[in-house]
């Protein structure tokens, strides 16, 4: 189990999201979040260097095409809303909707920390090396308010800590 489905799934358990549906919700968002890259073309997903504005054009598109592909599945219309705004940003300046705060759904308010988190720490074609678990969230605690929700930035940065001492987090030279 990744990373994004152990704290959307810890989350929903811990703030009493015990319906076992919310607890599902979060666990599916996580293994889906990105099927709409099967759209994005191997040579943009797999380019090696910086976007350019056109290439990124078509990244961005990946939310909504994944949450129309979700959404023709009955019973994951939820699923689907939160997969579509994903990439909001707290501040508003994300890409989707332009939602903000709390008008972005807050399993996507999760998702985006999760998200950010697992790449920052993965091995990317874009990037050499990846971030230590520690520089990773740093990088959380200085985007929350703007790019990340605040509280569940904070919740998140204590989850990591958590899953550490348990040994449950061995990314990036932990």
């Known amino acids: ?16 999201y015990t319906i076992e549906q919310e607890v599902t919700i979060a666990y599916l968002v996580g293994i889906v979040h990105d099927i709409g890259k099967v759209n994005v073309p191997d040579h943009i997903l797999n380019k090696p260097g910086r976007l350019t504005a056109e290439e990124f054009a078509v990244i961005k598109q990946h939310p909504q095409i994944g949450a ?23 501040d508003g300046k994300g890409y989707g909707q332009g939602l903000s705060g ?52 904070k919740r998140f940065i204590e989850f990591i800590g958590s899953q550490q001492e348990q040994g449950a987090v061995a990314r990036a030279g932990v």
């Open 102 to 153: 709390s008008k972005i759904p807050f399993f996507s308010r999760m998702l985006a920390v999760c998200d950010t988190f697992d790449a920052m720490t993965s091995a990317r074609c874009y990037r050499r090396k990846p971030l230590s678990v520690r520089k990773a969230l740093t990088e959380i605690a200085k985007c929350a308010g703007t790019q990340f929700d605040p509280a569940i930035s």
């Open 68 to 90: 129309e592909l979700i959404s023709e599945v009955a019973g994951l219309e939820t699923v689907a809303e939160i997969v579509r705004h994903h990439h909001e940003r707290y």
């Open 1 to 16: 189990m990744c990373i994004i489905q152990k704290f959307c799934q810890a989350i929903g358990e811990r703030d009493s």
